[in-house]
């Protein structure tokens, strides 16, 4: 653990190091500074202004808080916003069970439903601490009840859906964060997917839980996902040949790509994108088999993601042009590269373009806007050095979404 008597130069060099390794030159220039003033902040020769800060804060993966206070600081990358009644659902907290299970085609219809709310919905937060209580008690019923019984077809059915329900709940708790629900969920759409024997369900569970993974800090466990995802990725090219199949496993490949991208290994993200997942994409074409929303389309935001992450911001908005993402069935991924838009104007200063993609993002997700750190970072980071001409809407936005 780092010394709570470090000054913050020493503390910027620790979290530098520690998060990735990554060299004064990479930081300095993705935090708008030069090579030479952070080697004199990291020598305690200079001390840095509060937008600085925020901004090394932020590319080393810290709070500012960590950089500023005297103690450790442990803080959660996203507010705590699960439902307590889907917490406690998942946890067995629910009232006895003792009539017949609801069947397995209404159970197949309302695990849909809640998923396309999910990824439609603008309030989809709020959509989901609705239904998911009572859905995840039904299912987990119906699963309780067919695993002794005798109709084989119903008991796999069952299992099926128990699977897609998890997907489901792996991406609201990691959204929520909870991110300990979302590795018991993810751990569950795997169970699931095996005891109903279907290797596209099983393949697009792991999926998930190398999404999981991802969303760890920890270099080790976004290493991780991309072992997960290739083993999966192998074992279902194997198993399975369909279109579906084909198609989850180019969602694994993308996987990889971000694991790649995020342990700052740029040319094995590039490449990998290019020759495992794009010609995949080409095949398939434009879908959502297992919720993926794996394509072309998807494909090419994942290059632009790539480009954002290497702090190569023209690049990235070069490729940017390029997208259409309107027609994605995921409002998550169309909020997604909206704010990596954002984030690519932000690397280069454009305060008034990062204003008005945020204002759009409040308009197609609301409650992600609110809920997404990176969103929250810029919007405040926004706020503190805007011109008086934007000032009003920033603060506005501030409020109503409640970040203060």
């Known amino acids: 653990m780092i010394s709570p008597k470090l000054p913050v130069g020493q503390k910027v060099k620790y979290y530098r190091r520690k998060n990735g390794n990554r060299t004064q030159a990479a930081i300095a220039g993705l935090c708008g500074i030069t090579e030479r003033y952070l080697q004199q902040i990291e020598a305690g020769q200079k001390v840095p202004s509060a937008d600085v800060l925020a901004r090394l804060a932020a590319e080393l993966g810290v709070p500012l808080a960590a950089l ?5 600081v442990e803080e959660s990358a996203v507010p705590l916003t699960a439902a307590p009644a ?20 209404e159970l197949r219809e309302r695990v849909e439903q809640a ?7 603008k309030d989809r937060f709020t959509a989901a601490a609705l239904v998911l209580p009572d859905l995840i008690s039904d299912v987990e019923h119906a699963v309780r009840v ?20 998890y997907g489901l709940l792996r991406s609201y708790c990691r959204r929520a964060g909870r991110l300990d629900l979302s590795l018991m969920v993810a751990d569950r759409a795997i169970r699931a997917a095996e005891d109903a024997d279907d290797p596209v369900r099983v393949a697009a569970a792991q999926w998930n839980l190398g999404h999981v993974l991802l969303s760890h800090n920890e270099p080790t466990a976004i290493e991780e996902a991309k072992d997960v995802a290739l083993r999966a990725a192998e074992r279902l090219h194997q198993a399975s040949t369909t279109a579906d199949a084909r198609a989850v496993e180019g969602a694994l490949e993308l996987v990889a790509v971000v694991s790649d991208a995020r342990r700052h290994h740029w040319w094995e993200a590039r490449t990998r994108l290019e020759q495992r997942a794009a010609p995949i994409a080409e095949r398939v074409g434009e879908g959502n088999v297992q919720w993926t929303v794996f394509g072309p389309t998807n494909v090419a935001m994942h290059a632009m993601s790539i480009e954002m992450l290497a702090g190569e911001a023209s690049e ?56 997404n750190p990176l969103a929250r970072h810029m919007i405040l980071d926004l706020q503190k050095r805007v011109r008086p001409t934007f000032r009003r809407q920033v603060d506005e936005l501030v409020q109503r979404l409640r970040l203060v």
């Not at 998923?115 to 919905?121: A, D, G, I, L």
């Not at 067919?146 to 329900?165: C, Q, S």
């Not at 990235?316 to 590269?337: K, W």
Request: hydrophobic share 40%.
């Open 316 to 371: 990235g908005l070069r490729v940017a042009d390029q997208i259409d993402a309107q027609g994605l069935p995921s409002r998550e991924r169309q909020f997604t590269f909206g704010l990596e838009l954002a984030r690519c104007h932000e690397l280069r200063r454009e305060d008034a373009a990062v204003l008005v993609h945020l204002l759009d993002l409040e308009e197609v997700a609301p409650e992600d806007l609110a809920r």
């Open 146 to 165: 067919r695993r002794t019984g005798t109709d084989a077809l119903a008991r796999r059915e069952v299992l099926r859906v128990a699977a897609d329900l």
């Open 86 to 105: 889907v917490a406690r659902a998942l946890m067995g907290y629910d009232r006895p069970r003792s009539s017949s299970p609801v069947g397995p085609s």
């Open 68 to 72: 500023l206070t005297e103690d450790a």
């Open 115 to 121: 998923w396309r709310n999910w990824q439609s919905s």
